[in-house]
């Protein structure tokens, strides 16, 4: 065999080798359809918040999102012994302890104002408020 020949041969067949491997490979990708201008796309966004609590204050005690939302609530307690509850939405966190946390997360599927509030002895009535506003 011609010394000379045998380098192409091999060239052509890694070639060759390299194009069927990505041919077999190329049927495993997945294709992501994107929606033609008018389309709805019906994909609930998640909004995420830290929300401190303290001796009769939460921060932020404002918190705004859209209708369909998923809410993600990231409790800390920085002082005393406190919860977060929100009754249109059965969103409850049990009272913890200062320097502990907890999560939970809901469907904001209602429109309107509503309050979040510490169930934990008066601290509600001391002012231990906040708003949920879903537009």
């Known amino acids: 065999m011609n010394t000379k020949l045998l380098p192409v041969l091999i060239v052509g ?10 041919m077999k490979n190329s049927a495993d990708l997945k294709v992501t359809e994107v929606p ?4 709805i796309q019906n994909n609930s966004d998640v909004k995420e918040f830290t929300v401190e609590a303290a001796n009769f204050s939460f921060s932020p005690n404002e918190i705004k999102v859209s209708k369909g939302d998923t809410v993600k609530i990231n409790f800390k307690n920085i002082e005393g012994m406190h919860n ?12 913890i302890s200062a320097g502990k946390e907890a999560t939970l997360q809901f469907t904001a599927d209602k429109a309107g ?3 979040y509030y510490c169930s934990v002895g008066n601290h509600r009535q001391l002012g231990m408020v906040g708003k949920l506003i879903v537009e």
């Open 36 to 39: 033609t201008q008018g389309e």
């Open 13 to 22: 067949l890694v070639v060759i080798g390299g194009g069927f491997y990505l």
């Open 113 to 115: 104002t509503f309050e």
């Open 84 to 95: 977060w509850v929100l009754d249109e939405f059965n969103a409850k966190i049990d009272p």
